[in-house]
């Protein structure tokens, strides 16, 4: 059983305020703004979120409905008796409104309440209403345990933000569980994806989505990737579940368009931008506005968030370094799907990681044949069960790595793929052998379409053991369970228990892997 199933009084309370404050954004009055807007103080109804948190820092963001001073205040109460203030950005057009303020010097394994209000910047006195927030810092004694969930996939495949159904229900559903973090796998937008006002279903139903102008086609100028950003924002439960579990985000394909990669030129009528290269700069632009990432002042997706002794959590970047989509039978492949720069970074990162477990987020499946078209391949896995081809190659070669260093507790977690599923490879099965056992977990959609179960590719010798899927393609959320997965290590015996949850309340499986063994 989860060690907090519920939200605690206090983040209850914080949490009532928070979604008074954004109460004008609701699904009914999306274009309505509060009174003290109108009167000429700075609104926040686009609710706040936490990203990147660990021991002693963390991230708060939001946006403003003009220009705006952003200022945090932090404290150990509910009542904000004590607080600690943090000055944050000026926010303005540049950043089409939005900044984030870094928070230091937390206290570890603690609940910390903040408040978000944003100031005329020529005026501090006249401050808009707070907007309220809370999250747990990672602990730093092992005994306390980490819980926290994955998924990915949000408003694909026409299936937007539906009134009728309540929007984005899991959110509410992953929020009632109350984990530490939320993992969010990639395809955070479906910036490739249009949406329609309403969708009949096969069996007669009509599935209807809020509208904004972006969603109403592709995205390719930077104000329209900033739409698409902001349209699941629109979701009263994604308000509510950002104000109490802070994430770590990362991106795949759809936040730019379905299975780019760098140097590629469109052949699709839908785009006068040709060029992906561009379409994925304005996107990660938008990304890094709407997202608390801590590395993106780098420029870089990839960065390892240290959640305790217990957790480290490698977010990885497939999308930004790889080669372009081919066959995938090369016997030479020094790019692969990570880019070289990148695996050597996760290399030397696993070998200084001291927690008890390395969570690898990938944004796309190891062993699962993912195409794209009729004869490219999207992923790692190219469908030939041979010796490792292509991008296989790079990931054999971490995995080879991992084996020989003896580098304990990797777990492999995705998304993408819009079904559920566990995946256990084995040198005994495969024919590459020189790497030691290893689990990869599938969770998703989130809030998208549902697809059948992709192909296994017996290079790595995966063994699907569970898997619970669609039997046709781009089943709505209408008329099949969202999927998140669930992590929760104990402090105590330091095992880790995964469990793949479906929409409605249920546990569709569940497994607990021992600490301390190469691999796993």
Same mark, same amino acid.
């Given at each position: 059983?989860?060690?907090?199933?519920?939200?605690?009084?206090?983040? =209850?309370?914080?949490?009532?305020?928070?979604?008074?404050?954004?109460?004008?954004?609701?699904?009914?009055?999306?274009?309505?703004?509060?009174?003290?807007?109108?009167?000429?103080?700075?609104?926040?109804?686009?609710?706040?979120?936490?990203?990147?948190?660990?021991?002693?820092?963390?991230?708060?963001?939001?946006?403003?409905?003009?220009?705006?001073?952003?200022?945090?205040?932090?404290?150990?109460?509910?009542?904000?008796?004590?607080?600690?203030?943090?000055?944050?950005?000026? /926010?303005?057009?540049?950043?089409?409104?939005?900044?984030?303020?870094?928070?230091?010097?937390?206290?570890?394994?603690?609940? #910390?309440?903040?408040?978000?209000?944003?100031?005329?910047?020529?005026?501090? +006195?006249? &401050?808009?209403?707070?907007?309220?927030?809370?999250?747990?810092?990672?602990?730093? =004694?092992?005994? $306390?345990?980490?819980?926290?969930?994955?998924?990915?996939?949000?408003?694909?495949? &026409?299936?937007?933000?539906?009134?009728?159904?309540?929007?984005?229900?899991?959110?509410?559903?992953?929020?009632?569980? $109350?984990?530490?973090?939320?993992?969010?796998?990639?395809?955070?937008?479906?910036?490739?994806?249009?949406?329609?006002?309403?969708?009949?279903?096969?069996? &007669?139903?009509?599935?209807?989505? /809020?509208?904004?102008?972006?969603?109403?086609?592709?995205?390719?100028?930077?104000?329209? @990737?900033?739409?698409?950003?902001?349209?699941?924002?629109? $979701?009263?439960?994604? =308000?509510?579940?950002?104000?109490?579990?802070?994430?770590?985000?990362?991106?795949?394909?759809?936040?730019?368009?379905?299975?780019?990669?760098?140097?590629?030129?469109? $052949?699709?009528? +839908? @785009?006068?931008?040709?060029?992906?290269?561009? *379409?994925?700069?304005?996107?990660?632009?938008?990304?890094?506005?709407?997202?608390?990432?801590?590395?993106?002042?780098?420029?870089?997706?990839?960065?390892?968030?240290?959640?305790?002794?217990?957790?480290?959590?490698?977010?990885?970047?497939?999308?930004?370094?790889?080669?372009?989509?081919?066959?995938? =039978?090369?016997?030479?492949?020094?790019?692969?799907? *990570?880019?070289?720069?990148?695996?050597?970074?996760?290399?030397?990162? *696993?070998?200084?990681?001291?927690?008890?477990?390395?969570?690898?987020?990938?944004?796309?499946?190891?062993?699962?044949?993912?195409?794209?078209?009729?004869?490219?391949?999207?992923? #790692?896995?190219?469908?030939?069960?041979?010796?490792?081809?292509?991008?296989?190659?790079?990931?054999?070669?971490?995995?080879?790595? #991992?084996?020989?260093?003896?580098?304990?507790?990797?777990?492999?977690?995705?998304?993408?793929?819009?079904?559920?599923?566990?995946?256990?490879?084995?040198?005994?099965?495969?024919?590459?052998?020189?790497?030691?056992?290893?689990?990869?977990?599938?969770?998703?959609?989130?809030?998208?379409?549902?697809?059948?179960?992709?192909?296994?590719?017996?290079?790595?010798?995966? +063994?699907?053991?569970?898997?619970?899927?669609?039997?046709?393609?781009?089943?709505?959320?209408?008329?099949?369970?969202?999927?998140?997965?669930?992590?929760?290590?104990?402090?105590?015996?330091?095992?880790?228990?995964?469990?793949?949850?479906?929409?409605?309340?249920?546990?569709?499986?569940?497994?607990?892997?021992?600490?301390?063994?190469?691999?796993?």
């Amino acid at each position: 059983m989860p060690h907090r199933p519920s939200p605690s009084p206090a983040r =209850r309370s914080v949490l009532r305020g928070s979604l008074a404050a954004s109460a004008a954004l609701s699904l009914g009055a999306v274009a309505s703004a509060p009174a003290f807007a109108r009167s000429g103080r700075p609104s926040a109804r686009w609710g706040v979120q936490a990203g990147d948190v660990t021991a002693t820092s963390g991230l708060v963001w939001v946006r403003s409905d003009r220009p705006a001073r952003m200022v945090v205040e932090t404290s150990a109460t509910e009542s904000f008796r004590h607080v600690r203030r943090h000055l944050g950005p000026l /926010l303005g057009p540049d950043t089409d409104f939005t900044g984030t303020t870094a928070l230091r010097g937390l206290p570890p394994g603690e609940q #910390v309440h903040y408040r978000v209000t944003l100031t005329d910047p020529d005026d501090p +006195r006249r &401050g808009g209403e707070p907007v309220t927030g809370t999250f747990r810092t990672a602990p730093a =004694r092992r005994r $306390d345990g980490v819980r926290f969930l994955w998924s990915g996939d949000i408003a694909g495949q &026409g299936w937007g933000i539906n009134p009728d159904i309540g929007g984005f229900f899991a959110y509410e559903e992953m929020r009632r569980l $109350d984990p530490d973090f939320f993992l969010c796998s990639g395809d955070t937008v479906y910036a490739d994806g249009p949406l329609r006002p309403s969708v009949t279903l096969p069996d &007669g139903r009509v599935w209807r989505n /809020l509208m904004t102008e972006e969603k109403a086609k592709v995205a390719e100028t930077l104000a329209e @990737y900033r739409g698409n950003f902001r349209y699941n924002l629109l $979701d009263d439960n994604v =308000r509510a579940f950002n104000a109490q579990v802070p994430s770590v985000v990362q991106w795949d394909d759809h936040e730019v368009r379905n299975n780019w990669y760098p140097g590629q030129i469109l $052949d699709d009528p +839908r @785009y006068t931008e040709k060029d992906v290269d561009v *379409l994925a700069a304005r996107s990660l632009r938008a990304f890094g506005e709407y997202f608390p990432v801590s590395t993106l002042h780098a420029g870089r997706m990839h960065r390892v968030v240290r959640y305790g002794p217990l957790l480290d959590v490698f977010v990885l970047d497939m999308r930004t370094y790889r080669n372009a989509n081919s066959p995938g =039978r090369q016997t030479d492949d020094g790019t692969g799907i *990570l880019g070289a720069a990148q695996l050597a970074w996760l290399k030397r990162e *696993l070998s200084r990681s001291r927690a008890v477990w390395k969570v690898l987020a990938a944004d796309m499946p190891l062993g699962l044949v993912v195409p794209d078209g009729a004869s490219d391949i999207e992923a #790692v896995a190219q469908g030939d069960p041979g010796a490792p081809l292509g991008r296989e190659l790079q990931i054999a070669e971490l995995l080879r790595f #991992v084996k020989h260093r003896r580098i304990t507790g990797t777990v492999w977690l995705t998304a993408d793929v819009h079904h559920t599923s566990a995946q256990h490879y084995a040198p005994e099965r495969a024919v590459f052998q020189d790497f030691a056992p290893f689990w990869e977990f599938v969770s998703g959609p989130l809030a998208a379409g549902g697809f059948p179960a992709n192909a296994l590719d017996g290079t790595f010798g995966p +063994r699907r053991v569970f898997v619970r899927a669609p039997e046709r393609a781009n089943v709505s959320p209408m008329e099949s369970p969202q999927y998140f997965g669930e992590v929760d290590i104990d402090g105590g015996s330091g095992e880790l228990t995964v469990r793949l949850r479906a929409t409605g309340g249920a546990t569709l499986f569940t497994t607990t892997l021992a600490p301390g063994r190469v691999g796993q």
